[in-house]
């Protein structure tokens, strides 16, 4: 059983900011595709944020520019460092990962990941 470990969730006012890491298993290689997605109370997952096996990123609209995505490889560490956060973004938040290669582009949909951590809880109020 793979384990994702997601920390630096928490609560934190509007504007405020967190970062995310996620800790995978010596074997999640750099040849893996990585991502964050969120869920809130009463609504489906959705995409946050994804890096490739060559580090090409993508950001979801409602993030973009706000947030960044990042991995070292040398840790087998993901990051997602959260700026100016605002209450829509509370949720659970997951790291997943995905056998992928050089030049393949990521799932956009968390069904589509194999491993996924436990989750770690962001709450931003007004």
């Known amino acids: 059983q793979v384990q994702l470990v997601e920390t630096g969730g928490g609560s934190v006012q509007a504007g405020g900011s967190l970062r995310l890491s996620c800790a995978a298993p010596?074997?999640?290689?750099?040849?893996?595709?990585m991502g964050w997605f969120r869920q809130a109370p009463g609504k489906e997952p959705e995409g946050v944020a994804t890096?490739?096996?060559?580090?090409?990123?993508y950001l979801a609209d409602p993030v973009r520019g706000r947030f960044t995505v990042s991995r070292d490889n040398a840790k087998n560490t993901l990051y997602l460092q959260m700026n100016s956060l605002k209450p829509e973004d509370t949720a659970t938040y997951y790291c997943?990962?995905?056998?992928?290669?050089?030049?393949?582009?990521?799932?956009?949909?968390?069904?589509?990941?194999?491993?996924r951590g436990q989750g770690t809880q962001v709450t931003v109020s007004s």
């Open positions: 997943a990962a995905e056998p992928s290669g050089r030049g393949v582009h990521c799932y956009s949909s968390l069904t589509m990941y194999r491993y």
């Open positions: 890096i490739d096996a060559d580090r090409r990123t």
């Open positions: 010596i074997y999640i290689s750099n040849s893996y595709c």
